[in-house]
C-alpha cells in the first residue's frame, strides 16, 4: 500500500526546544552554537491556496527556473536508472562544464550541496578551536553557525555607516588579527555594500596567512565577481550558488573556486555524494540556458527603477542594492511586516541586526510582481 500524503504539514513543524535536560549531552564544542533562527514562509503560504503568495523574504528567484531546466529532470526520471543509482561523484559532470564557464581548470573547483555546504566544508577544513575569523558586518548569519561549530573566537567588523564600504576598517583588522578566514559577502546581504575586484584584491594582499572567502552568492544580479583575482591570490576563495539567480534553490547547489591546493584540501573532509543528482542535472541545463538567466536579471533590473521611484514618492528611506533585495526603513517595523503577510507579501525583519534596526529586507522580482507588491503596499501604507 503506498503511503498517502497529507495535506497538512503542521504535524512536522519542529518542536520548541523542552526545558528539560537532554539525556545525552551535546559535544564540548557544540556547546556555545546558536542555532541559525530563520522562519520558513512556506507552511503560511500553503496555508492560503486562495492567495498569489509574494515570497520575497529569502532572495530566491521569484519564478521558476528555465523551462530547460525542468525538460532536463523530466527526462532523466523518464530513462530506467534513475534514483536508484548514487549521483556522478564529485559532481564532475558539472564541473566539466564550469570549467568552460568560467575558463578554470577543475582543479580549482569544488561543487557542493548549496553554497552553506562550502562555507561550512571551508570552516571544517581550516578552523581549529580559537582561531580568529574576521566577518565584515552586518552580514549573512548562516556562516557564524558553521564558525562556532568549529570553536572560532568570531571578530565582527563594523563601519560607521552599514550602508557604506568599510575597506581600511577591514584592511586594518585583518593586518592587526591575521584572522585564519575573513568572511566577505559580495556584494553584501543584506545592506548591499560592493567591493570591486581592486579592492577585493587588495584585502586579499594585506592578509596573504587567512584564507578570504569572497561568498558572491548575488554576483550574477551585481555583475562583478573576483574569480579574475584566484590566480594572483591563492589566499582567495570564490563561493558561489544555484539558488538565487538561476532559481534552484530547492535542489540545493552551490559551488566553490579556489586554489587548487585549497580545493585539494577541501576534498579530504567534503563527501563526494552529497550533492543529490537532480540537482546536477539541473544545474547543468540552468547553467546553459544564459538566455533566460539574463531575461531574468534583465526583470530584477528593470524592478529596482520602479521601487526606487516608488519610495522616493513616498519618503521612504530605500535602500536598494546591486543584488536581488532592497531595505526600507519603517517606523513600525514588525507591524508592516506582519500587515504584508496578512496580503500575502513574505518578507524578512532586519532589525534584529546591529545598525540595521526599523530595516525590512523585500527579495526583488519580475516588473509585474514589483507592481502587484507596490499596489499591495499601497493597501497598508495609506491605511
Ligand atoms: C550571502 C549568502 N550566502 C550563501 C547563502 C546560501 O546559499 P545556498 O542556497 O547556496 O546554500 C545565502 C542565502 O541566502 C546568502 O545570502
Redesign the pocket.
Given at each position: 500500500m503506498s503511503p498517502t500524503p497529507s495535506k497538512n504539514h503542521a504535524h512536522l513543524s519542529v518542536a520548541r526546544p523542552a526545558a528539560v535536560e537532554a539525556p545525552i549531552a551535546v559535544a564540548r564544542t557544540i556547546r556555545e552554537v546558536k542555532p541559525y533562527l530563520a522562519t520558513s514562509s512556506l507552511e503560511a503560504i500553503h496555508g492560503r491556496p486562495d492567495q498569489v503568495p509574494l515570497k520575497l523574504d529569502?532572495?530566491e528567484s521569484t519564478v521558476p527556473p528555465s523551462p530547460k531546466v525542468i525538460s532536463a529532470i523530466t527526462a532523466f526520471l523518464g530513462q530506467e536508472h534513475h534514483l536508484n543509482w548514487y549521483p556522478v561523484l564529485n559532481s564532475t559532470n558539472l564541473i566539466e562544464k564550469l570549467e568552460r564557464f568560467h575558463g578554470l581548470s577543475g582543479d580549482r573547483l569544488l561543487i557542493t550541496n548549496?553554497?552553506?555546504?562550502a562555507?561550512d566544508t571551508i570552516c571544517t577544513t581550516y578552523l581549529d578551536p580559537g582561531d580568529t575569523v574576521l566577518v565584515p558586518s552586518p552580514?549573512?548569519t548562516?556562516?557564524l553557525v558553521f564558525a562556532q561549530k568549529r570553536s572560532a573566537n568570531i571578530v565582527p567588523v563594523y563601519g560607521e555607516d552599514a550602508f557604506g564600504p568599510n575597506l581600511e576598517g577591514i584592511i586594518d583588522a585583518a593586518v592587526r588579527l591575521r584572522p585564519r578566514l575573513l568572511y566577505l559577502?559580495n556584494p553584501n546581504?543584506p545592506t548591499g555594500v560592493i567591493y570591486s575586484p581592486d579592492e577585493v584584491s587588495a584585502i586579499a594582499a594585506a592578509c596573504p596567512e587567512t584564507l578570504v572567502i569572497c561568498?558572491e552568492?548575488?554576483s550574477e544580479f551585481a555583475g562583478v565577481s573576483a574569480i579574475g583575482l584566484l590566480e594572483a591570490h591563492p589566499n582567495l576563495i570564490i563561493?558561489r550558488?544555484?539558488?538565487?539567480a538561476y532559481g534552484i534553490?530547492g535542489l540545493?547547489?552551490?559551488y566553490a573556486m579556489g586554489a587548487p591546493e585549497v580545493i585539494r584540501d577541501l576534498r579530504r573532509v567534503f563527501n563526494p555524494k552529497s550533492v543529490n543528482v537532480l540537482a546536477q542535472i539541473g544545474a547543468m541545463a540552468a547553467l546553459e540556458d544564459q538566455e533566460y538567466l539574463n531575461w531574468y536579471l534583465g526583470e530584477v533590473k528593470a524592478s529596482k527603477a520602479l521601487i526606487e521611484a516608488y519610495f522616493q514618492r513616498r519618503a521612504l528611506d530605500c535602500r536598494i542594492t546591486p543584488a536581488n533585495y532592497f531595505l526600507v526603513h519603517f517606523d513600525q517595523a514588525p507591524w508592516v511586516v506582519k500587515r504584508l503577510q496578512e496580503e500575502g507579501v513574505y518578507v524578512r525583519d532586519r532589525s534584529g541586526l546591529n545598525q540595521l534596526a526599523g530595516y525590512v529586507r523585500f527579495s526583488i522580482g519580475t516588473t509585474d510582481q514589483t507592481r502587484d507588491l507596490l499596489k499591495r503596499l499601497d493597501q497598508i501604507l495609506d491605511r
Open positions: 529569502w532572495n548549496g553554497s552553506d555546504d562555507l552580514t549573512y548562516h556562516f559577502v546581504n561568498d552568492a548575488y563561493t550558488t544555484f539558488s538565487k534553490a540545493r547547489i552551490g
